[in-house]
Structures are given as C-alpha cells and as structure tokens.
C-alpha cells in the first residue's frame, strides 16, 4: 500500500502495553485495519531490538499453511529462538490456528512478548481460553473515524470529489474542516474502510470494494467459521439488518418478515436465526442496542435496534441511491460515540410516553444524550427532535445532530449541529 497512516487512537494505546507480561489482542471486523496497526506496533518495537527477535505471522498468507494446529505453531516458533533475550511474537488472524490458544499460553512462558489479531469477538470465549484468562489486554479496532478519514485523505494526497489525487487539501482545523468539496458528503458515501482512503476511488469503485469486503467477512468470519448451512437463510437475515438500521426489532419480528408471515416458517426459523443473529455480532457485523428507560433509569427488556461496523456495508445489497440516509446518519453517529469508549443505549421517554431519544452514551459516570436527522426542514420535524431532550431534567448535554449546515443553534440549552461540526467535536 505504501505509505502507512498512524491510528493514534488505538496505537498509543497499545504501545503503553509494550514489554509488558500481559498478551495483547486486537480484535475488529475484517479489513478494519488490524493488520496495519499491527505492523505499526513492530515498527515501533524495532527502536528496541533487531529483525531476529521479531516474528511476524500473517495466518492468511498461504507461506504459513503448515502452521495451523497448534503444535506445529509452537514448534516453529520455539525453533526461531535462537538465544535467551526477549523474542516479539506477532500473529495475525490468528483464529486460523486449530487451538491457538494451547500454542500462546506455552510461548507466554518464555521470554515472549505477543501481540495477536482476531476478526472474532468471542476469541477468548471458549474452553481453551480459561489458560489465558486474566493475561491478556484487549483492543477493538473501528473501520475509521470521520476525522480519521480526513487525515488519511489528506495525508496520503487522495483528495476528494472532483479533486485530482495530487489537489491540495486545507488542513483539518480542531474545530472544523473547510474543504473545496464536502469531505462529510464522501465520507457518507465512501464509508470508513481504511483500503478506499487509500487511493483515488469514485463512489462505484467504493462500493464495489464494500461489497468484496463484505463477502469477505460473510464467507469467512460467518459461513465457514461457524459450519453455516443455511446461507440463503444467513443472506436473508444480512439484508433485513442492511435495510432496517436503527428500526427496533425483536427476533419474531425479523423471522416474520423472512418468513413472509408463515407461521410455521417462524417457528422453526427462530432458533437458527438466533444463532445466525450471534455469528453476525460475533463477527463485528452488527451490534446491538439496547433500550433506556429514562424516567426508570434503567436498561428494560423490549426491542433493539442493530447497527452495522460500518455504515457502507448497507450498500453492499442496495442501490447507494436508495438506502435511508437517515439510517446512515445514525450509523455514523453511534459508530462515532463507541470510537470514542461511550457504552451506548437508546431511549424511552417512559412506559406510558413512546417518544425516542436515539442516542444515550455514558463514559466515565457522565452522559449526552443525541438525536438525529436529516434536516430541520419543518418546524414539526424541529419539535419531534428537540422536544423530547426539552423533557428531560438533566444537566448532561443534549445534541441534535443534523447533515442540514445551518443547523447549529442553541435551544434552552439544546445544541443543533451539523453532522461534521458534531464529529470533529473534542468537547464529548
């Protein structure tokens, strides 16, 4: 790829960890860009010691298909160890190997320092896990940022619409960014898969890599991880949560919708669409959230909604003209709000009174609270958005976050902001 952009979010992070006894792994969806940073972390390691004490593995890289229990694994690795000083272990992809685990927790005990990636949330939810339980550290890597994909966009010389990939691009200011064209209109229709900020991509091109990656991950990290049988069931299950993003729903209601009603469908559908729901989380496809009662003060068992690790992924299986840029906008945002660590719900006014917050996001004992939307086109549409945070007797912030660029205002306190002021915003 050539030049490699530095995600300091994420890789100051693990350079804190660096010689320390702990394991380090990092998980995330395929082709978030786990790999880089990982390569990243060996560069920095080379300030410390020599090419002879570092081995790097790529578990995909079919150099390295005669490695894939984990007794052939040890084996090579021990036989690289040519002296008593510390050796850095990097394995990537590292669920290819038939119990991995067996294989890490013996080279842990020697003068190892390991760094491991994973496409798999529940990497360490097996058996085999228990002998690594409390040695390691976790890291969850996002597809990038808007203010990530400004940087890449930038300092790789890709440019934007319209812009030769040589064009010279303002600098991000900390407040907001001025550009000849609208990086957040690119950003909305691009997505935030690292590969597409690469290069020059037009939007074509960018979906079409979206759709490579999302087979990717289908047919690897879902179907053949998991033995799946049924993957017209799995594609119908994918379609229903491209096109619902943000909808509350409940696990009859999906097996409704791909059952067309069939109450006999419905009932043997449930249980495999379970599984298939989880294989999806599992793979960092999809994510739930959970409903907040506000007046309750508490998470309530009713529907969830869904969103995807990246909100590109929609146009996968539907025409990029025609998905709900309202759903997008809310992808955005909640991937935006998780980046920055907040544990994120959405809310109930109360039992009694239905109206929605979309976004409740607590970090560190304090919370905002967000509502998105297109546009305040109407004044019923800037009522049904500000009125609701109008209700709630807090003193935490309270945002409604629009693509509209007029939308910043102050409201009793409720702050109107365009999506792009939103997130570059360092003040949550």
Same mark, same amino acid.
């Given at each position: 790829?050539?030049?490699?952009?530095?995600?300091?979010?994420?890789?100051?992070?693990?350079?804190?960890?660096?010689?320390?006894?702990?394991?380090?792994?990092?998980?995330?969806?395929?082709?978030?860009?786990?790999?880089?940073?990982?390569?990243?972390?060996?560069?920095?390691?080379?300030?410390?010691?020599?090419?002879?004490?570092?081995?790097?593995?790529?578990?995909?890289?079919?150099?390295?298909?005669?490695?894939?229990?984990?007794?052939?694994?040890?084996?090579?690795?021990?036989?690289?160890?040519?002296?008593?000083?510390?050796?850095?272990?990097?394995?990537?992809?590292?669920?290819?190997?038939?119990?991995?685990?067996?294989?890490?927790?013996?080279?842990?005990?020697?003068?190892?320092?390991?760094?491991?990636?994973?496409?798999?949330?529940?990497?360490?939810?097996?058996?085999?896990?228990?002998?690594?339980?409390?040695?390691?550290?976790?890291?969850?890597?996002?597809?990038?940022?808007?203010?990530?994909?400004?940087?890449?966009?930038?300092?790789?010389?890709?440019?934007?619409?319209?812009?030769?990939?040589?064009?010279?691009?303002?600098?991000?200011?900390?407040?907001?960014?001025?550009?000849?064209?609208?990086?957040?209109?690119?950003?909305?229709?691009?997505?935030?898969?690292?590969?597409?900020?690469?290069?020059?991509?037009?939007?074509?091109?960018?979906?079409?890599?979206?759709?490579?990656?999302?087979?990717?991950?289908?047919?690897?990290?879902?179907?053949?991880?998991?033995?799946?049988?049924?993957?017209?069931?799995?594609?119908?299950?994918? &379609?229903?949560?491209?096109?619902?993003?943000?909808?509350?729903?409940?696990?009859?209601?999906?097996?409704?919708?791909?059952?067309?009603?069939?109450?006999?469908?419905?009932?043997?559908?449930?249980?495999?669409?379970?599984?298939?729901?989880?294989?999806?989380?599992? &793979?960092?496809? #999809?994510?739930?959230?959970?409903?907040?009662?506000?007046?309750?003060?508490?998470?309530?068992?009713?529907?969830?909604?869904?969103?995807?690790?990246?909100?590109?992924?929609?146009?996968?299986?539907?025409?990029?003209?025609?998905?709900?840029?309202?759903?997008?906008?809310?992808?955005?945002?909640?991937?935006?709000?998780?980046?920055?660590?907040?544990?994120?719900?959405?809310?109930?006014?109360?039992?009694?009174?239905?109206?929605?917050?979309?976004?409740?996001?607590?970090?560190?004992?304090?919370?905002?609270?967000?509502?998105?939307?297109?546009?305040?086109?109407?004044?019923?549409?800037?009522?049904?958005?500000?009125?609701?945070?109008?209700?709630?007797?807090?003193?935490?912030?309270?945002?409604?976050?629009?693509?509209?660029?007029?939308?910043?205002?102050?409201?009793?306190?409720?702050?109107? #902001?365009?999506?792009?002021?939103?997130?570059?915003?360092?003040?949550?």
């Amino acid at each position: 790829m050539g030049k490699t952009i530095e995600r300091k979010a994420y890789t100051e992070n693990i350079k804190g960890f660096i010689d320390k006894e702990l394991i380090k792994i990092i998980t995330g969806i395929r082709r978030c860009g786990k790999s880089e940073i990982l390569k990243l972390i060996k560069e920095e390691i080379l300030k410390r010691t020599n090419e002879e004490h570092i081995v790097f593995i790529n578990f995909e890289d079919v150099e390295f298909d005669n490695l894939l229990t984990y007794k052939k694994l040890y084996s090579y690795i021990v036989e690289k160890m040519k002296d008593e000083k510390k050796y850095y272990l990097f394995f990537d992809e590292i669920q290819m190997v038939e119990d991995w685990e067996k294989a890490v927790n013996s080279l842990r005990l020697k003068n190892t320092d390991i760094y491991i990636t994973g496409s798999n949330s529940k990497l360490l939810s097996g058996e085999l896990a228990t002998l690594l339980a409390g040695r390691y550290v976790q890291f969850e890597i996002k597809p990038l940022s808007f203010k990530e994909f400004v940087e890449f966009r930038e300092k790789l010389d890709v440019g934007f619409f319209g812009t030769a990939p040589q064009a010279k691009i303002t600098k991000l200011n900390q407040k907001a960014a001025i550009y000849d064209y609208s990086p957040i209109r690119e950003y909305i229709e691009m997505g935030g898969f690292p590969l597409i900020s690469t290069q020059h991509f037009d939007v074509s091109q960018a979906v079409q890599i979206v759709k490579d990656i999302h087979l990717s991950i289908v047919f690897k990290d879902v179907v053949v991880r998991n033995k799946v049988k049924n993957v017209a069931l799995l594609e119908k299950l994918i &379609a229903y949560f491209y096109d619902n993003v943000g909808s509350p729903t409940s696990l009859r209601n999906i097996a409704e919708w791909i059952s067309g009603g069939d109450k006999n469908k419905i009932a043997s559908n449930l249980d495999t669409l379970s599984n298939y729901i989880s294989y999806l989380e599992t &793979a960092y496809v #999809i994510q739930k959230v959970q409903p907040y009662d506000i007046s309750g003060k508490q998470i309530i068992l009713a529907n969830s909604k869904y969103y995807l690790a990246d909100h590109s992924l929609s146009y996968a299986i539907k025409d990029i003209k025609k998905v709900n840029k309202g759903s997008i906008l809310e992808n955005i945002v909640y991937n935006e709000l998780v980046s920055r660590g907040y544990k994120v719900s959405f809310g109930r006014m109360s039992a009694r009174d239905n109206r929605e917050i979309d976004f409740i996001a607590e970090k560190n004992g304090e919370k905002i609270y967000v509502q998105v939307c297109l546009e305040f086109t109407t004044e019923e549409t800037y009522n049904r958005e500000f009125a609701p945070l109008k209700d709630i007797k807090d003193n935490y912030p309270k945002y409604v976050v629009s693509l509209d660029s007029y939308a910043n205002r102050n409201d009793e306190g409720i702050i109107g #902001i365009s999506l792009n002021d939103f997130l570059l915003n360092e003040m949550f």
